[in-house]
């Protein structure tokens, strides 16, 4: 790799140290070692007029150190636009960085230290040759330094009205961080003027991540209608975070506009851009349900899709599958009745029955109608789903059709409606549940149980049976474990012999064993 010069070095340091003198000491040194030293030619044009109030001097210098910094810059693009840079070629990218940001950075720093102390004299300066002043700002503003880019916002705004024109011409500049800071400082003025050659930078795939990520900021800034169509556009770029961005903006100003866009964002790849997409869509309330229950009814057909999301038939077909689970969700979040029936229906399809299900719980009690419609399907999927969402809404409007699913055929449908009656506490249930524990499948004897436990009410019948499989030793271990653990919630005074044999009985497991100790409290 190549050394810096040490009189560049030493220069960097004093100047850092406001020593002025000793730095242009040892720039000319440099300039004896290097004579085309561009950093070295910069530093003396700035040192020569950092503390003079002239316009004149300081357009000169300004013009003088675009020309010098031009062949730097077009390396430093060179360098980055190597495919396969060498280590080489990254050290020399870090050293002409380097030099360009010094010097551009002492150049920013010392133009807008010494307007500080007084403008007036450079007023002729920001009227006469904005444009230069501009481009200067722009390329130091590059500089990774913050206390830099201060001093360039803080030259700019001091520019006002002059800085319009230039930062406008400046969005078509060739270097895209040039074209960033010069959307960033026209959202920073505020300047209306502005949004339609922002919006030209909008247009899907043409600029990069550090442009498109300050349009969203700058459209904010800028505000008014007119911001509304370019940040549709940004809602079509292939970058998350201005996405993100533009999602929450045009929710927070309510453009109803934009629902169909957001509608497409519910497709993108980034987990991150789909939850704010669903949080703006939700925001939007019941103007976001046609488009929403027109996906579920085309089963998001019409929704495009990321070119990734379409290598495969599986790959697409997932995609679309989770654009309808997230559409029904968003309907459950709005509380949409309309849409009940319709997200009912997905019960019967294996691959969306769990969205299905969230969203139909999300609607609470007023899914319970085609819930207990639901129980009668003869598909047993959806009847077991039906079951399960009315454990979670706990509407007991739907006990009697639960306690009649108890004799279902299918003993799926049989447990999960034991653990729905359970969950609400149905009393009346106790009878239909007791019986249910002679069932050979273990599930059900399972979900009835827990189901006992959580309802916690005294019924004699019900207490023989949950002892009589308390005592069974030929019972699964946990299902004996979870008898016990009703007995000890009921408190029968009966049992209490029973549950003492069990606890003295050498041959019973030390679970079972603990589980009678805890019943008998």
Known sequence: GEEEIKDILKARELIQSRDFKGAAQRIRAAL??????????????????????????????????????????????????????????????????????????????????????????????????????????????????EKVRDKVGAVIERMGQSAVKPLISELKADDPLVRAQAVYYLGRLRVKEAVGPIAELTKPGSEPYEVMYQIPIALELIGGEATVAPLRNVLKSQYAQPKIYAANLLARIGAKEAIPDLVDLLADTNSYVVTVAKRALISFGSDSVKPLLEILKTRAADVPLPPSSTVTEDREKAARNSVIGNAMDILASIG?????????????????????????????????????????????????????????????????????????????????????????KVRKA?????????????????????????IGYYDPDMVKAVLRIAEDKNERESIRISALTVLKTIKPSEVSENLIAIMMAEDETPDVRRAAVAALG
């Open 32 to 145: 004896q070692t290097e004579p085309d030293n561009v950093e070295a030619l910069c530093l003396k044009e700035i040192l020569s007029v950092r503390d003079k109030r002239d316009p004149s001097a300081w357009r000169s210098a300004l013009e003088r150190c675009l020309n010098e910094i031009k062949p730097l810059e077009k390396e430093i693009k060179d360098l980055e636009a190597k495919e396969e840079p060498d280590e080489d070629d990254l050290k020399r990218l870090e050293r002409v960085v380097r030099s360009r940001n010094y010097a551009m950075g002492f150049l920013a720093r010392s133009f807008a230290d010494l307007i500080e102390k007084g403008a007036d004299w450079a007023k002729p300066l920001m009227e006469s040759s904005p444009d230069l002043l501009i481009k200067a700002m722009l390329i130091s503003g590059k500089c990774y330094d």
């Open 336 to 424: 949409d009745g309309e849409a009940i029936s319709q997200i009912t229906s997905f019960l019967s399809d294996d691959d969306l029955r769990s969205s299905a299900r969230s969203a139909l719980i999300k609607f609470g009690s007023a899914s319970t109608p085609a819930m207990v419609e639901a129980l009668k399907s003869p598909d047993s999927d959806v009847r077991v789903a039906a079951a399960e969402v009315l454990k979670s809404t706990l509407d007991k409007r739907s006990a009697n059709a639960l306690i009649e699913a108890l004799s279902d055929r299918d003993k799926e449908v049989a447990a999960a409606a034991a653990a729905a009656l359970g969950a609400m």
């Open 430 to 454: 106790i009878p239909q549940l007791t019986q249910l524990l002679s069932d050979v499948d273990e599930r059900i004897r399972s979900n009835v149980l827990d189901a006992l436990n959580t």
